[in-house]
Nanobody, 121 residues
Framework: QVQLVESGGGLVQAGGSLRLSCVAS????????MGWYRQAPGKQRELVAT???????NYADSVKGRFTISRDNAKNTVYLQMNSLKPEDTAVYYC???????????????WGQGTLLTVSL
């Protein structure tokens, strides 16, 4: 199967920056889109940004101009550079990948365990 492991969350002051990383591992044949989602307390999980294997990016309006998603296909890794952070960015951030596994070529939607970002005033 395929696993995603996020890292880079933590506590940061408003206006600060942080970078999240997510590494995919396992029986990977290929990965299509990768992305970041977040869930704030009491709210539904929402899309933050996605990036396809050819580099096409999509952002939520709330993070456009502040967040940048990128990926290293050779390392099966996706990054989220977050600048000008606001308290409303506080949430658990989840990595997501659309993966095709080896041998069976089965398509999977895979989620990481989440990493907490807290932005203080």
């Amino acid at each position: 199967q395929v696993q995603l492991v996020e890292s880079g969350g933590g506590l940061v002051q408003a206006g600060g920056s942080l970078r999240l990383s997510c590494v995919a591992s396992g029986s990977i044949f290929l990965i299509n889109a990768m992305g970041w989602y977040r869930q704030a307390p009491g709210k539904q999980r929402e899309l933050v940004a996605t990036i396809t294997s050819d580099g096409t990016r999509n952002y939520a309006d709330s993070v456009k101009g502040r967040f940048t998603i990128s990926r290293d296909n050779a390392k099966n890794t996706v990054y989220l550079q977050m600048n000008s952070l606001k308290p409303e960015d506080t949430a658990v951030y989840y990595c997501n990948a659309e993966a095709v596994v080896e041998i069976t070529l089965k398509f999977l939607q895979v989620w990481g365990q989440g990493t907490l970002l807290t932005v203080s005033l």
